[in-house]
């Protein structure tokens, strides 16, 4: 059963950046999407940053010039570099990755970001 393995949340001043890194336990083939969600409490969870067909990037408009989405060569590994970040960022993040080959969605546990003074 592969799993997402997710790290690098936690407690951040406004301003501040944090890495967020999701790792596959087991190789997963074919990978066409990779994404990083959120959820705050009482919001739905919301697609924040994407890397699709042809490694196109998207991100949402509220991170746009702060967030970047990477991966590695293999696909199996995702990150988020998140900068100058604000109170409204606060949420657990999710990460995502679908593949072609066996038709499956994976996620990560979640983590935390909390930023606040």
């Known amino acids: 059963q592969v799993q997402l393995v997710e790290s690098g949340g936690g407690l951040v001043q406004p301003g501040g950046s944090l890495r967020l890194s999701c790792a596959a336990s087991e190789t997963i083939r074919s990978v066409y999407f990779m994404g990083w969600y959120r959820q705050a409490p009482g919001n739905e969870r919301e697609l924040v940053a994407s890397?699709?067909?042809?490694?196109?990037?998207n991100y949402i408009d509220s991170v746009k010039g702060r967030f970047t989405i990477s991966s590695d060569n293999t696909k199996n590994t995702v990150f988020l570099q998140m900068n100058n970040l604000n109170p409204e960022d606060t949420a657990v993040y999710y990460c995502?990755?679908?593949?072609?080959?066996?038709?499956?969605?994976?996620w990560g546990q979640g983590t935390q970001v909390t930023v606040s003074s």
């Open positions: 890397i699709g067909s042809g490694d196109a990037t």
């Open positions: 995502r990755v679908a593949s072609s080959y066996s038709g499956k969605d994976y």
